[in-house]
């Protein structure tokens, strides 16, 4: 009797292993693969003198500042600094140019595809086939 019992007990421990394997090969088969970014934006810079830098980004990110920041992460010619205020970031520096009002009587007006931003860069979610530009202005 107690070689039966034996036999049960190693016959269950191979149909676990094969179910976990065969529950593994599963996993790695069916799950989601990351991709380059499931949303496709473009991040304008129009500078001082009127020049537009364009750059394609896919990305994940729910916010612009995320985005900006995978931006600047894989392509170098691409960069911006600011300060935390009390509305989120305030963007005074892009691409090494700095606009800052109190110094330069200058921003960095933020544009979603073309019209005026009503958000900071780290509160502007990111929508799949938007444009957002920086633009160098000078207040009157």
């Keep these: 009797m107690e070689k039966n019992n034996s036999k049960k007990i190693i016959i269950g421990g191979v149909i676990l292993a094969v179910l976990i394997a065969a529950f ?13 970014g499931s949303k496709s934006v473009v991040i304008e810079v129009v500078d001082s003198t009127g020049t537009t830098t364009s ?30 205020g009390d509305y989120g970031i305030m963007v005074e520096v892009v691409n090494g140019e700095q606009a800052i ?34 633009t160098y202005e000078k207040a009157n």
């Excluded at 996993?27 to 989601?32: I, L, P, S």
């Excluded at 750059?55 to 935390?84: H, Q, R």
């Excluded at 900071?120 to 444009?131: F, K, L």
Aim: proline fraction near 3%.
């Design 24 to 36: 593994a090969i599963c996993y790695n088969v069916f799950v989601a693969k990351p991709t380059a």
């Design 55 to 84: 750059y394609d980004v896919d990305t994940d990110a729910e916010y612009l500042k995320d985005a900006m920041d995978e931006l600047a992460e894989s392509d170098d010619s691409f960069s911006y600094s600011g300060t935390d």
């Design 101 to 134: 009002y109190a110094e330069d009587n200058a921003y960095w007006a933020l544009y979603v595809n073309g019209d005026y931003g009503q958000y900071s860069a780290n509160q502007q979610p990111v929508t799949d086939g938007d444009t957002y530009t920086w």
